[in-house]
């Protein structure tokens, strides 16, 4: 398979070449040149397979011959060390619970592919990778511990100071050996901003060998797909195809959904959930698209301002804005909401949501509700991604339900660490001479 720029001015590459640079020399995202058509038997027969065989079957058309089938086989086993749960909450909805990796995050298989296929890829070669990634709280966590002690590769994390959770932190700051964490006295898109401007810094890339585990990656961006045919084998009603929300900041997983619904995976509709933040929700809404300041929230790893998957979507339904809406509704539900539901939830239905899964709950809920009462519209039912645990929220999610969630063993020993940061300016300057120091 060969990897396009999305600005369409560098050579097309291979998946190992794509996943090594993470963007392309003139910026652009890599986009797969072609989309794979799943077999028939494979979506009607899913059942029968492996949660291993599933993932192979999906991702090894994106890879080819540059992984040998054996050691792809290895990769995608290693990455799904745990389970993947479709756990029914109300009569017509239900969670697809992704937090039961290590860092409790859906980011965690995105992560754990990633580290796997460039270990693979830099084996017997003399120069070291790092890897430089911006997070709005799980991405850190997820891509630190996915990395951990893989040779030859480095890692530095950015993230906003004080805009992510205790636990998120500690997950970032705590490991030491190959990873670093830099506190960034600013937002979000201040640290997406550095590293950008790394990756475009022409002296700086001669000196160091610098990539990406955002998922702009296509090494973590692509192996989300995962999670909407494990969804698909679990969903008792084949004959009625789930609605999918989808919980959204960067837009790289519910973009991975929609890819996979282009190789055939069954879906009624999909749902890009957002929070305050609704530069794309605006976009569904009266087709202009306009960036915007990210404003904190308390689902704070959607708190993005100019998601740098939506490209992708759009290329996905080939700018045509009429197939994209008939395909993906948008909706942006405000803090009081968040918390409104997950009081509700908790008592109603004995389900406790995080702030994400809350905000994906909501608005499947709405859309439901909007279909469900226009005439001849079958009886619909969805499926929302249940992003993170709640634990990693405990003072949001506490304060809201009045009751202390128990903490996991893997937690508790977190909170026993203590942080180990370095705090810099939201100054590209600043991260460059760090960069240029210590690596
Ligand atoms: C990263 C993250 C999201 C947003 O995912 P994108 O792929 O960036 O849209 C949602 N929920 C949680 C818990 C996350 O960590």
Not at 279 to 292: A, C
Not at 324 to 343: H, P
Not at 347 to 353: A, G, I
Not at 357 to 382: D, H, M, N, T
């Amino acid at each position: 398979m060969q990897y396009l720029s999305l600005n369409r001015q560098s050579p097309a590459v291979d998946f190992r070449e794509a996943a090594i640079r993470g963007q392309a020399p003139d910026k652009g995202l890599y986009f797969p040149e072609s989309i794979p058509l799943q077999p028939r038997d494979f979506i009607e027969n899913i059942e029968e397979y492996s949660k291993e065989e599933i993932a192979f079957m999906v991702i090894q058309p994106y890879i080819g011959t540059e992984i040998p089938e054996e050691k792809l086989r290895q990769i995608v086993s290693e990455t799904l060390q745990f389970d993947f749960p479709l756990v029914q909450v109300t009569e017509d909805m239900y969670s697809l619970e992704l937090f039961h990796g290590p860092t409790m995050a859906f980011k965690d298989v995105g992560a754990r592919f990633m580290s796997r296929c460039l270990g693979h890829f830099i084996q017997n070669k003399d120069q070291e990778l790092t890897v430089l990634v911006a997070t709005s709280g799980d991405t850190g966590g997820a891509v630190a511990s996915g990395f951990l002690g893989v040779e030859g590769v480095k890692v530095v994390i950015l993230y906003p100071s004080g805009k992510v959770s205790n636990v998120q932190e500690l997950q970032l700051t705590t490991l030491g050996q190959n990873i670093k964490a830099l506190e960034v006295n600013g937002n979000f898109d201040d640290c997406q901003e550095m590293v950008k401007k790394a990756f475009a810094d022409e002296s700086l890339n001669k000196i160091m060998f610098i990539t990406s585990a955002n998922s702009i990656n296509i090494a973590r961006w692509l192996p989300q797909q995962f999670y909407y045919w494990f969804a698909w084998k679990a969903w008792p009603d084949k004959k009625n195809p789930p609605v999918f929300c989808v919980p959204s900041g960067n837009f790289g997983n519910i973009c991975a959904g929609l890819l996979s619904y282009q190789s055939g995976l069954p879906a009624n509709h999909f749902i890009a959930a957002c929070n305050a933040n609704n530069t794309v929700t605006d976009y569904l809404i009266n087709g202009n698209y306009r960036p915007k300041q990210a404003v904190p929230t308390i689902s704070n790893a959607m708190d993005v301002g100019d998601p740098s998957n939506f490209v992708r979507i759009l290329e996905l339904f080939n700018h045509y804005y009429p197939a994209l809406k008939e395909a993906l509704s948008g909706y942006s539900i405000t803090d009081e909401q968040t918390m409104q539901t997950i009081f509700e939830v908790f008592n109603e239905n004995n389900y406790l949501l995080d702030p994400h899964g809350a905000v994906a709950f909501q608005a499947l809920k709405e859309y439901l509700g909007e279909i469900s009462s226009e005439a001849g519209q079958p009886f619909a039912k969805g499926i929302f991604l249940e992003t993170a645990h709640p634990v990693k929220f405990p003072e949001t999610v506490e304060s809201i339900i009045n009751w202390k969630v128990p903490v996991p063993q893997p937690v508790y020993d977190l909170l026993l660490k203590k942080k180990n940061s370095i705090r810099i300016e939201a100054d590209y300057s600043a991260l460059r001479d760090f960069l240029l120091e210590t690596i």
